[in-house]
């Protein structure tokens, strides 16, 4: 069974600073998704950013990027010119390219400070 | 577009009392997940739907829980009866099923259920 491990319960950053977000995962498959998701104090699930694991290119949405690392398994999320309103939990997530289950990691808090 | 509609947002209830959440996936996805947020364990699949087939309850946690999908369009998740460890938020999402293209699941935002 896959899993998910988040090892960083909390974090702070500045605002305007950059802050690094860590995931390591446990699969014997080659093909799969990689999910990074920030729940704020609404609790509404948001996707922030996905990445294929075939695409050695790290995927990128403005402000946040991904370190992926497929050999080591891991899958890390930059936030870059962090703001305030990037204060939420961040969940890192898996799931198998042919199967349905999402899995989640424990997640992290995030919060910036002014 | 409507996202995934999830109600009631919140429910205050009874030990030993029915509870019974919904929802509306996004019009043409074809699977559904129910998924439960506790501090302790975090975020659980429950089950989850294809084509409106249960594939996989082995999240649930005991007898007291059911979940259909009686058509594309609506699921329901029931405990009866309810216990105080229950309480969580329950999150429902739905995607395009099996080897779509993005992976992407989408989440409704939860229904707050508190067991007195």
């Known amino acids: 069974a896959q899993t998910v491990t988040q090892s960083q319960p909390e974090m702070s950053v500045q605002e305007a600073e950059t802050v690094t977000l860590s995931c390591t995962y446990d699969?014997?498959?080659?093909?799969?998704?990689l999910f990074w998701y920030k729940q704020p104090p609404s609790r509404q699930m948001i996707l922030v950013i996905r990445?294929?694991?075939?695409?050695?290119q790290n995927a990128t949405e403005n402000r946040f990027s991904v370190n992926f690392q497929k050999a080591a398994k891991s899958f890390s999320l930059k936030i870059s010119d962090s703001q305030l309103g990037d204060a939420a939990m961040y969940f890192c997530?898996?799931?198998?390219?042919?199967?349905?289950?999402?899995?989640f990691g424990a997640g992290t808090i995030l919060r910036v400070k002014s | 577009d409507a996202g995934v509609i999830q109600s009631p947002r919140h429910e205050v209830t009874e030990m030993g009392q029915e509870v019974t959440l919904r929802c509306k996936p996004i019009s043409g996805h074809n699977s559904l997940f129910w998924y439960r947020q506790t501090m302790m364990r975090g975020l659980e699949l429950l089950i989850y739907f294809n084509n409106n087939v249960p594939i996989d309850d082995s999240g649930m946690p005991e007898d007291r829980f059911s979940a259909k999908m009686p058509n594309a369009s609506f699921s329901t998740l029931k405990i009866q009866p309810s216990e105080p460890r229950d309480s969580a938020v329950y999150f429902c999402a739905s995607s395009f099923g099996l080897g779509e293209i993005t992976g992407e699941l989408f989440f409704g935002e939860g229904s707050r259920l508190t067991v007195l």
């Open positions: 699969t014997s498959e080659s093909d799969y998704y």
């Open positions: 990445q294929e694991a075939y695409k050695q």
């Open positions: 997530a898996y799931r198998s390219l042919y199967g349905n289950k999402l899995v």
